[in-house]
């Protein structure tokens, strides 16, 4: 509906919170949202499980930061649920 209503040509969908937490806001604001989902592994996963039900329910054309939340985890390794869930997204 927003295309028609709004003449656009593409959508770009993102996720920059997750549990309503922002996750590139500030290194602080990253940690607590590893706190509040009981470490980093859970939180990438409701990560691609939020950016699912973005890409499920909207369908954009574009997924913008497919992976942000590296943003302040770089170094981290994908355990093999999350890369699942990253495969699933890419599909």
Known sequence: DLRQQYNLDYLVGSV???SEI???FSKELFEKAVSFHGGIDNLFD???DSQHSLIDSIR???IGHFDLIN???HE???NSNTL???N???K
Request: proline fraction near 8%; hydrophobic fraction near 35%; glycine fraction near 0%.
């Open 60 to 62: 954009p054309e574009v």
């Open 84 to 86: 699942q869930k990253i």
């Open 46 to 48: 409701k990560y691609f």
């Open 88 to 90: 699933n997204n890419i």
């Open 22 to 24: 922002p996750i590139d």
């Open 16 to 18: 920059h919170h997750v």
């Open 71 to 73: 943003m302040y985890a």
């Open 76 to 78: 981290h390794k994908y």
